[in-house]
T-cell receptor, first 113, second 113 residues
Framework: AQSVTQLGSHVSVSEGALVLLRCNYS??????LFWYVQYPNQGLQLLLK??????LVKGINGFEAEFKKSETSFHLTKPSAHMSDAAEYFC???????????FGTGTRLQVFP | SQTIHQWPATLVQPVGSPLSLECTVE??????LYWYRQAAGRGLQLLFY??????ISSEVPQNLSASRPQDRQFILSSKKLLLSDSGFYLC????????????FGPGTRLTVT
């Protein structure tokens, strides 16, 4: 079965500091992994995805994530936080041999000046 | 380019009243379509999934139903709303294939009073 665990429902950083949002997955098939961002009262927007190939994936808004099979992780990072990064972030894994996605419970990122 | 629309954006309905939320996709054909619910402070719950006209998979037993009368139209309905139906409803689409990301609509905020 497939599942996603996001460690830390809330993360707070200062503007300019490193952002690290953690995601661990479980999958019985080769994982396809996704990070989405959601701003208040809006839909989700894709930040980046990993399917195959290079394990370090770069996305929009300066975010990147590294697929580590040995650690079953896909953590999201950004070197320098900006106030506009404050939002909720969701990690997702494909739902087995289907087109469905299994989402984590989300991490709310706060950025302080 | 592809776009996804949802309406209404917000809705306040009394308990026991019917519900109809609509989602349409433009700029693509034969998409997979999804309905999610996001309750306050919680992650995304997949409600329904459709791979084609008239083909609906229900993910959780509930007070809601879905229909896909046209290729790019997805409707979420209820005959009698419950208080527990309150939440943020998101429609999404994807191309066929598990490597493909889902694209989300702007959402409908439903409050059942």
């Amino acid at each position: 079965a497939q599942s996603v665990t996001q460690l830390g429902s809330h993360v707070s950083v200062s503007e300019g500091a490193l952002v690290l949002l953690r995601c661990n997955y479980s999958s019985s098939v080769p994982p396809y992994l996704f990070w989405y961002v959601q701003y208040p009262n809006q839909g989700l927007q894709l930040l980046l995805k990993y399917t195959t190939g290079a394990t370090l994936v770069k996305g929009i808004n300066g975010f990147e994530a590294e697929f580590k099979k040995s650690e079953t992780s896909f953590h999201l990072t950004k070197p320098s936080a900006h106030m506009s990064d404050a939002a909720e972030y969701f990690c997702a894994v494909r739902g087995g041999n289907t087109d469905k996605l299994i989402f984590g419970t989300g991490t709310r990122l706060q950025v302080f000046p | 380019s592809q776009t996804i629309h949802q309406w209404p954006a917000t809705l306040v309905q009394p308990v026991g009243s019917p519900l109809s939320l609509e989602c349409t996709v433009e700029g693509t054909s034969n998409p997979n379509l999804y309905w999610y619910r996001q309750a306050a402070g919680r992650g995304l719950q997949l409600l329904f999934y459709s791979v084609g006209i008239g083909q609906i998979s229900s993910e959780v037993p509930q007070n809601l139903s879905a229909s896909r009368p046209q290729d790019r139209q997805f409707i979420l309905s209820s005959k009698k709303l419950l208080l527990s139906d309150s939440g943020f409803y998101l429609c999404a689409w994807s191309k066929i294939g598990s490597r493909n990301e889902q694209y989300f609509g702007p959402g409908t905020r439903l409050t059942v009073t």
